[in-house]
């Protein structure tokens, strides 16, 4: 099997040597995974890094969930970012200090708060989102707009491929995963919803 450049090891002198290169950031996951944290702005490896949100379009580079995200180039969400300190006050982000594992515990939060989101989108905000016809209200998006559809399902797996990540660090650590019910409503609701999920059983 082929390694795709994502998951392909990369020397850290090698990464540092490049002054703001754009991080892949399933690389720098994978990294965070191996127990470094490093600043996807500057290649810095650090002990804590700052972890705020931005809207600015500039930030998607710097957040973890946007390598996933179609709107990477002009993304004006508000993302969760991570910066090592000195970037953090370089861009102004107003961020709080994490070390890895708060990092992938609010990661994990962020998933979910994504997933959550995305779940609601797909199964009923959509309508009033696309200001469709009362008499279309019945419709499932992916019958009424199917690129739509397609775009958002994509994000959501990509997301609860990160949360799976997530989820196996916290797990090989033995640290506890905060509020672990959260993934059966969530299951729940995805599949009452008519959809699927890589969070199921
Ligand atoms: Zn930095
Ligand atoms: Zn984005």
Same mark, same amino acid.
Not at 30 to 57: F, H, W
Not at 125 to 151: G, T
């Given at each position: 099997?082929?390694?795709?450049?994502?998951?392909?090891?990369?020397?850290?002198?090698?990464?540092?040597? *490049?002054?703001?290169?754009?991080?892949?950031?399933?690389?720098?996951?994978?990294?965070?995974?191996?127990?470094?944290?490093?600043?996807?702005?500057? #290649?810095?490896?650090?002990?804590?890094?700052? @972890? #705020?949100?931005?809207?600015?379009?500039?930030?998607?580079?710097?957040?973890?969930?946007?390598?996933?995200?179609?709107?990477?180039?002009?993304?004006?969400?508000?993302?969760?970012?991570?910066?090592?300190?000195?970037?953090?006050?370089?861009?102004?982000?107003?961020?709080?200090?994490?070390?890895?594992? #708060?990092?992938?515990?609010?990661?994990?939060?962020?998933?979910?708060?994504?997933?959550?989101?995305?779940?609601?989108?797909?199964?009923?905000?959509?309508?009033?989102?696309?200001?469709?016809?009362?008499?279309?209200?019945?419709?499932?998006?992916?019958?009424?707009?199917?690129?739509?559809?397609?775009?958002?399902?994509?994000?959501?797996?990509? *997301?609860?491929?990160?949360?799976?990540?997530?989820?196996?660090?916290?797990?090989?650590?033995? *640290? @506890?995963?905060?509020?672990? #019910?959260?993934?059966?409503?969530?299951?729940?609701?995805?599949?009452?919803?008519?959809?699927?999920?890589?969070?199921?059983?």
């Amino acid at each position: 099997m082929l390694l795709t450049e994502s998951t392909a090891f990369v020397p850290w002198n090698e990464l540092n040597s *490049v002054d703001k290169m754009q991080i892949d950031w399933q690389r720098a996951i994978n990294d965070i995974l191996a127990s470094k944290l490093s600043c996807p702005r500057c #290649g810095a490896l650090v002990e804590q890094v700052m @972890a #705020g949100y931005m809207r600015t379009p500039e930030a998607a580079q710097w957040a973890p969930l946007c390598e996933g995200c179609t709107k990477r180039d002009n993304c004006d969400a508000r993302k969760f970012v991570i910066l090592c300190p000195s970037c953090a006050a370089e861009t102004r982000l107003r961020g709080r200090p994490l070390n890895e594992q #708060g990092f992938m515990l609010s990661l994990m939060e962020e998933c979910r708060r994504s997933l959550d989101e995305s779940l609601e989108y797909i199964s009923d905000y959509w309508r009033e989102d696309l200001d469709v016809d009362p008499d279309e209200m019945d419709k499932r998006l992916e019958d009424v707009e199917p690129d739509l559809f397609k775009e958002e399902d994509t994000w959501r797996r990509y *997301v609860e491929e990160q949360y799976l990540k997530v989820h196996s660090w916290l797990r090989e650590r033995h *640290v @506890a995963v905060p509020n672990p #019910g959260w993934r059966s409503e969530y299951v729940e609701e995805v599949i009452v919803a008519g959809y699927t999920t890589l969070l199921g059983d």
